[in-house]
């Protein structure tokens, strides 16, 4: 069953701008993962926030999780063309091991 | 290198001949994991395992089989492919329940006609 859901599935950005991405779901999370892929390949893990976290951080990366609303949101700063890729969140029920994945948001910087 | 290894890549089958695409990590995971990925809708799970001889069913099992007679191999067995599984499929692992990133395969591109 999909749980997460990216908005907007796409997006286009220039270089150096700033790209956000959101995700909702549905029922109480043990933690929310986001994953990088890029055209056809493995998907990369980027970050994960615990549901008692509200920030995170991680070299450009920044994610928020609002459990009330039941939402997190991806924000890379500054984007250069590498970061052209779908990026896509997870969560993961407490006690589970299983993650369920969205559909993704694409992601394009044009240099 | 920490990696999971899927082969193989690509695959060009006809419906009804066996195959087995297969997996493994050397991160001495616990949990494995197999995904289908395609266009409009997303990655879904196929099948899982917590361990050794510890399998489930994931959202769309049906047409596949696995196994994990050993904690680094998990393959993936299509019985008898249709082309309704022509898909990307991925297998991932993890150490710790739920609360690690999932460390994902190159993918395996099969198609099946």
């Known amino acids: 069953s999909q749980q997460g859901e990216e908005d907007p599935q796409a997006l286009s950005i220039q270089e150096g701008e700033n790209a956000t991405m959101n995700c909702s779901y549905k029922?109480?999370?043990?933690?929310l993962q986001w994953y990088r892929q890029n055209s056809g390949r493995g998907l990369v893990h980027l970050i994960l926030i615990r549901s008692n976290e509200r920030e995170k951080h991680s070299g450009r990366l920044r994610v928020t999780l609002d459990t009330s609303k039941k939402s997190s949101s991806l924000l890379i700063t500054a984007s250069r063309a590498a970061d052209t890729a779908s990026y896509f969140c997870?969560?993961?029920?407490?006690?589970?091991?299983?993650?369920?994945f969205g559909k993704g948001t694409k992601l394009s910087v044009i240099p | 290198e920490a990696q999971v290894t899927q082969n193989p890549r690509y695959l060009i089958t006809v419906t009804g001949k066996k195959l087995t695409v297969t997996c493994s990590q050397n991160?001495?995971?616990?949990?494995m994991s197999w995904y289908r990925q395609d266009p409009g809708l997303g990655l879904r799970q196929i099948y899982y395992?917590?361990?050794?001889?510890?399998?489930d069913k994931g959202d769309v099992p049906e047409g596949y089989k696995v196994s994990r007679k050993e904690k680094r191999n998990f393959p993936l067995i299509l019985e008898s492919p249709s082309p309704n599984q022509t898909s990307l499929y991925f297998c991932?692992?993890?150490?710790?329940?739920?609360?690690?990133?999932?460390?994902f395969g190159s993918g395996t591109r099969l198609t099946v006609v």
């Open positions: 997870a969560t993961a029920g407490a006690g589970s091991y299983q993650l369920t």
């Open positions: 991932a692992s993890s150490q710790g329940q739920g609360g690690t990133g999932y460390t």
């Open positions: 395992s917590m361990n050794v001889e510890v399998t």
């Open positions: 029922t109480s999370i043990n933690n």
């Open positions: 991160m001495n995971h616990e949990y």
